[in-house]
């Protein structure tokens, strides 16, 4: 019996077969601007030869699953022949969702999963919870861990003690990789060049050039000097599909400070954005967002629980979703997190080597554990129960 890991997230799909890799695949489906009428399924963006203004179709909205023919397609394509040719009643198949996800989409997910594909076992959890799963498998000794997933919708602060999540603890911020995307196209299309239209582009410069400030008005006096003073600056050169594929930051003896370049290439430059742009995941309100940002987050949510638990949720925070790859984001909320909290506690967050595949990990390593059998709800239970066991064994 084979089990297939799935963390569904709203911009990328981490899947693949428990004792095989994992890849990371985008969890919805595209239409380019020459190829029309064609829609392309995850991997295929690849066939795509123009992707500029590129059209999304998410079957996420505000982090919900709320698009199910999206979904499904996405789904059909990745477990189709072309894939990983999933044989469905010799496969259990361990799926996440949001916290708290609603009572009407998981019955929907319920049904896709038992009455459409036919999977011989299924369990349902939050991504989160497998992060801590494997934080636990690894550091036998903790007892607690606060885990920190910081996705493309919005970013979740849950506190988990001997492997139970605990709910009074949970704290949301409507803050993630999109947001900072959407308004990185804001920032450069009223600075410099429209690109509104352009979301894989900017994403791409976004990962690139982007970083988290240790002293943002420090890099904010630097951004302001002219010439080779200033050391924030960069010049992104813009891809033409023709040519350069993909985008890239011209190197800092090749660029140009006064005057034009010689060159016919597209350039960006960047100064102030490089920080300004991430640094809404630790002050939303810079852009009228009135919550709160990543480290304070976390000091509210283990202020929320016991006090004899503290020391143990501060040095164990776990860092996982992919805003944590910006340079600089793990020594920030170190840095935040410990001018935020009694001197006499220790403060330790880690940021694993693969912080967007940490929970499939975790989903893999349950797959092998000898009560995996027990968390399932199976087919027969389902065709039984029906959606009443699957809300008593799952814990949403």
């Given at each position: 019996m084979?089990?297939l890991v799935l963390d ?15 890849s990371?695949l985008?969890n ?7 190829a029309r009428?064609k ?9 795509i030869?123009?992707?500029s203004?590129?059209?999304?179709i998410l079957?996420?909205q505000?982090g919900?699953?709320?698009n199910?023919d999206v ?12 894939m990983?040719?999933v044989?469905?009643p ?5 799926i996440t ?6 009572n009407?989409i998981?019955e929907?997910?319920?049904e896709?999963?038992?009455e459409e594909y036919?999977f ?5 959890t939050n ?6 799963y494997?934080?636990?498998e690894?550091n036998k ?5 606060l885990?920190v997933?910081t ?6 602060i849950?506190p988990y003690?001997?492997g139970k999540k605990?709910?009074?603890g949970i704290?949301?911020i409507?803050v993630g990789?999109k947001l900072l995307s ?5 920032i450069?299309s ?5 690109v ?11 990962e690139d050039?982007?970083y ?8 904010m006096?630097?951004?302001q000097?002219?010439g080779?003073a200033n050391?924030?600056m960069?010049?992104?050169v813009l891809p033409?599909f023709?040519?350069?594929k993909?985008g ?11 005057g ?5 290439e597209q350039i960006?430059r960047?100064t ?6 991430p640094?809404?995941?630790f002050h939303?309100s ?9 480290p304070?987050a976390?000091?509210?949510s283990v ?5 004899e638990?503290h020391?143990?949720?501060y040095?164990n ?5 992919g805003n ?6 793990r020594?920030?909320?170190?840095a935040?997190v410990?001018?935020?909290t009694?001197?006499?506690?220790d403060v ?6 693969n912080p967007i595949?940490h929970?499939w990990e975790?989903g893999k390593l349950?797959?092998?554990?000898s009560?995996?059998?027990d968390?399932v709800?199976?087919?027969d239970?389902?065709?039984e129960?029906?959606h009443c066991?699957?809300?008593e064994?799952?814990?949403?």
């Amino acid at each position: 019996m084979e089990t297939l890991v799935l963390d569904n997230g709203a911009s990328t799909a981490k899947i693949g077969f428990s004792d095989k890799r994992v890849s990371v695949l985008p969890n919805c489906q595209f239409r380019s601007r020459t190829a029309r009428l064609k829609t392309f399924t995850s991997n295929q963006i690849d066939e795509i030869k123009d992707p500029s203004g590129l059209y999304y179709i998410l079957p996420f909205q505000k982090g919900y699953l709320v698009n199910w023919d999206v979904q499904r397609q996405v789904w059909d394509h990745l477990f189709g022949k072309e894939m990983y040719k999933v044989d469905f009643p010799e496969t259990n198949i361990i799926i996440t969702e949001p916290y708290f996800n609603f009572n009407s989409i998981q019955e929907s997910m319920n049904e896709i999963l038992f009455e459409e594909y036919q999977f011989q076992a299924v369990y349902r959890t939050n991504a989160g919870s497998l992060s801590a799963y494997k934080y636990f498998e690894e550091n036998k000794s903790e007892l607690c861990c606060l885990v920190v997933d910081t996705g493309y919708s919005f970013t979740h602060i849950v506190p988990y003690c001997k492997g139970k999540k605990m709910n009074e603890g949970i704290c949301r911020i409507n803050v993630g990789g999109k947001l900072l995307s959407n308004h990185l196209k804001e920032i450069i299309s009223y600075r410099q060049l429209h690109v509104m239209d352009e979301t894989h582009v900017i994403n791409q410069v976004k990962e690139d050039v982007c970083y988290v400030s240790q002293d943002f008005y420090k890099d904010m006096e630097i951004a302001q000097l002219k010439g080779k003073a200033n050391t924030v600056m960069r010049d992104y050169v813009l891809p033409d599909f023709s040519t350069i594929k993909k985008g890239f930051c011209k190197p800092l003896e090749e660029m140009v400070f006064n005057g034009k370049y010689k060159t016919s290439e597209q350039i960006l430059r960047l100064t102030n954005e490089r920080f300004a742009v991430p640094e809404i995941l630790f002050h939303p309100s810079d852009i009228g967002i009135q919550e709160m940002g990543i480290p304070e987050a976390i000091v509210h949510s283990v202020q929320s629980l016991p006090e004899e638990m503290h020391p143990h949720f501060y040095k164990n925070i776990i860092l996982t979703g992919g805003n944590t790859l910006l340079p600089g984001f793990r020594d920030r909320v170190y840095a935040d997190v410990r001018s935020l909290t009694p001197c006499d506690y220790d403060v330790s967050v880690l940021l694993p080597e693969n912080p967007i595949t940490h929970s499939w990990e975790g989903g893999k390593l349950l797959s092998e554990s000898s009560d995996f059998m027990d968390l399932v709800v199976t087919k027969d239970d389902y065709d039984e129960s029906g959606h009443c066991i699957c809300e008593e064994k799952f814990d949403i």
